[in-house]
């Protein structure tokens, strides 16, 4: 059984930075498309990061370029997802995704074969 475990969410002042990370278990996903989606209460699902099986080729969601940072290490079987100058508009539950499937570049989530339970990040103004 495959599972993604989410952490490193929480509370914290705009301006500020939070490291998530997500360990895979069950299968090694050094193959796989590595991603990150967030949901806030009321909104579809939306892209935010993904990268290739070498982290080498990586996309991002506009409104978070040059401000997040995806990385992985395949020895571990999991990557991160650094968050700095957190904005209020970032708050959202973040969901860790892998995908044999996808390409780096594929913002669909219905293309993320395996899923974590999602960790809340909370951004105040």
């Known amino acids: 059984q495959v599972q993604l475990v989410e952490s490193g969410g929480g509370l914290v002042q705009a301006g500020g930075s939070l490291r998530l990370s997500c360990v895979v278990s069950?299968?090694?996903?050094?193959?796989?498309?590595m991603g990150w989606f967030r949901q806030s209460p009321g909104k579809e699902r939306e892209f935010v990061a993904a990268?290739?099986?070498?982290?080498?080729?990586?996309r991002y969601l506009d409104s978070v370029t040059g401000r997040f940072t995806i990385s992985r290490d395949n020895a571990k079987n999991m990557n991160n997802l650094e968050m700095n100058n957190l904005k209020p508009e970032d708050t959202a539950i973040y969901y860790c995704?892998?995908?044999?499937?996808?390409?780096?570049?594929?913002?669909?989530?219905?293309?993320?074969?395996?899923w974590g339970q999602g960790t809340q990040v909370t951004v105040s103004s």
């Open positions: 990268c290739n099986w070498s982290g080498s080729y990586v």
């Open positions: 069950g299968r090694t996903v050094s193959s796989y498309v």
């Open positions: 995704a892998a995908s044999i499937r996808a390409s780096y570049s594929s913002t669909n989530p219905s293309l993320y074969d395996y």
